[in-house]
């Protein structure tokens, strides 16, 4: 039997290891994985270097989001340990004004002890419009939010907003790369996805279609599929 390639995954801001459990359970006969906790720090750089310090040798690494970011910071501090690589519904840019703008506001009202965590007004920009409904995955994400807390989100707020612009990192990655984006995903559109798959020689751009910016668990089975290609691959 073949053995089983380490798979680290790095959740999105205030996501858990639920977001990762469909992928768990469809690639667990050929990868031993373990969720990376991002909610104890306030920069991706110490995010990436506490992975690190956790995670075994030599590795495949995906990161949806936030985790998108520390994937790519883990790339800057030890490209050596990484097998494979998989960014899915993340940028490789920094925050614009206007984001860091909406950032700051959002720790603001959460230390003036307003946070809600994902609210509803916030879902459409998170799942498909179809999905708004679903009250199964609905619960995952309030449950994820909740989960994280506050100063979880207060911490990887700060994160999110002083990484830096890793557009030119993107020609040093050698590893095989997959690169996947929701077609809906409003957060971080298809455009950016093509960005980096173009940046990353050799790298495989996966759109799923009818899932927003968390397909992981809009659109399981997509995911899985075109993950298990790149584990095999």
């Given at each position: 039997?073949?053995?089983?390639?380490?798979?680290?995954?790095?959740?999105?801001?205030?996501?858990?290891?639920?977001?990762?459990?469909?992928?768990?359970?469809?690639?667990?006969?050929?990868?031993?994985?373990?969720?990376?906790?991002?909610?104890?720090?306030?920069?991706?750089?110490?995010?990436?270097?506490?992975?690190?310090?956790?995670?075994?040798?030599?590795?495949?690494?995906?990161?949806?989001s936030?985790?998108?970011?520390?994937?790519?910071?883990?790339?800057?501090q030890?490209?050596?340990?990484?097998?494979?690589?998989?960014?899915?519904?993340?940028?490789?840019?920094?925050?614009?004004?206007?984001?860091?703008?909406?950032?700051?506001?959002?720790?603001?009202?959460?230390?003036?002890?307003?946070?809600?965590?994902?609210?509803?007004?916030?879902?459409?920009?998170?799942?498909?419009?179809?999905?708004?409904?679903?009250?199964?995955?609905?619960?995952?994400?309030?449950a994820?939010?909740?989960?994280?807390?506050?100063?979880g989100?207060?911490?990887?707020?700060?994160?999110?907003m002083g990484?830096?612009?890793?557009?030119?990192?993107?020609?040093?990655?050698?590893?095989?790369?997959?690169?996947?984006?929701?077609r809906?995903?409003?957060?971080?559109?298809?455009?950016i996805?093509?960005?980096?798959?173009?940046?990353?020689?050799?790298s495989?751009?996966?759109?799923?279609?009818?899932?927003?910016?968390?397909?992981?668990?809009?659109?399981?089975?997509?995911v899985?599929?075109?993950?298990?290609?790149?584990?095999?691959?």
């Open positions: 039997m073949a053995e089983k390639i380490p798979l680290v995954l790095l959740p999105g801001l205030l996501c858990d290891e639920k977001l990762w459990a469909p992928q768990m359970q469809a690639l667990a006969d050929m990868a031993d994985c373990q969720v990376a906790d991002l909610t104890r720090h306030e920069s991706v750089t110490e995010m990436a270097a506490a992975t690190l310090a956790e995670a075994p040798e030599k590795f495949a690494l995906a990161g949806l936030m985790g998108g970011y520390v994937a790519q910071e883990i790339m800057r030890a490209p050596e340990r990484v097998l494979k690589l998989a960014l899915l519904d993340t940028s490789p840019r920094a925050d614009s004004e206007e984001q860091m703008v909406r950032r700051r506001g959002l720790i603001e009202l959460a230390q003036k002890g307003r946070f809600k965590g994902v609210t509803p007004r916030l879902l459409p920009l998170l799942i498909h419009p179809e999905r708004q409904q679903d009250e199964k995955l609905t619960a995952i994400i309030f994820m939010a909740e989960h994280v807390g506050m100063d989100f207060i911490r990887q707020q700060k994160a999110i990484r830096p612009d890793g557009r030119a990192d993107l020609a040093k990655i050698k590893v095989p790369a997959l690169v996947l984006c929701g809906q995903d409003a957060l971080t559109p298809l455009d996805h093509k960005e980096i798959a173009a940046g990353i020689a050799g495989r751009l996966v759109v799923v279609e009818e899932s927003g910016h968390l397909p992981t668990l809009e659109r399981p089975a997509e899985n599929m075109a993950m298990r290609e790149w584990l095999r691959g």
